[in-house]
């Protein structure tokens, strides 16, 4: 595709609830990001996909947080019994060289509201 | 905990004025990069500097970097009401070969018409 994809756009959702967000990357770009902003804040790191393996999975808030990839594209971030402070903007975000050399390719986010 | 740290975290100016923002990070790094976000909106790439580079222009963006203090600046240069937006550094750790860029906390820009 021209850019990185995310969907839904938004969701909200009750707490406890399971959700889902995707992310499809640029076509072609091996690496792949996942990064949470809450409102008015910075990027907070998330996940790193190199392929389909995640060298880094060190931003991961919580163990009802996990996130895999398929095929070396399509990325799914999983957030299981959500919880009110996980209601941010989740970015994913896409890599064609390293980031030592080259820049990311940012997706619109997925607005997540838990009520 | 974030690499990154950005001042100030809001800045107000006129059309036509210059707009200077400052960032500073903690550990050694490849490369700094910054980056604008237009309210409710993904993040865009802007510019990347190299840790061996001092300065870089593109169009009406300058960047400086002094890897002896930790510390960029983006300066833009006759700004307009289009540039109002938030404004993000984020570095790379030249010893974390998993490459993942940490942000700042951003400098929320305005420019009045």
């Known amino acids: 595709g021209a850019g990185v994809s995310q969907s839904p756009s938004n969701k909200v959702t009750e707490k406890g609830k399971d959700v889902e967000l995707r992310c499809d990357p640029i076509?072609?770009?091996?690496?792949l990001y996942w990064y949470r902003q809450s409102l008015g804040q910075g990027l907070e790191f998330l996940i790193y996909?190199?392929?389909?393996?995640?060298?880094?999975k060190s931003g991961l808030p919580s163990d009802r947080f996990s996130a895999e990839r398929t095929g070396g594209s399509v990325s799914t971030l999983t957030i299981q019994r959500t919880q009110q402070e996980d209601s941010a903007v989740y970015l994913c975000a896409s890599s064609f060289r390293p980031v030592r050399t080259g820049e990311l390719f940012f997706g619109e986010g997925s607005r997540l509201t838990v009520l | 905990s974030q690499q990154g740290e950005e001042d100030p975290q809001a800045l107000s100016i006129q059309e036509g004025e210059n707009a200077t923002m400052n960032c500073s990070y903690k550990?050694?790094?490849?490369?700094l990069q910054w980056y604008r976000q237009n309210s409710g909106r993904g993040l865009v790439h802007l510019i990347l500097?190299?840790?061996?580079?001092r300065e870089k222009h593109s169009g009406r963006l300058r960047v400086t970097l002094d890897t002896s203090k930790k510390s960029s600046s983006l300066l833009i240069t006759a700004s307009r009401a289009a540039d109002t937006a938030s404004y993000f550094c984020a570095t790379d750790d030249r010893y974390n070969q998993g490459g993942k860029l940490i942000f700042g906390q951003g400098t929320e820009l305005s420019v009045k018409p």
């Open positions: 076509s072609g770009h091996t690496a």
């Open positions: 550990t050694s790094i490849n490369n």
């Open positions: 996909f190199q392929g389909n393996s995640a060298p880094d």
């Open positions: 500097i190299r840790s061996n580079e």
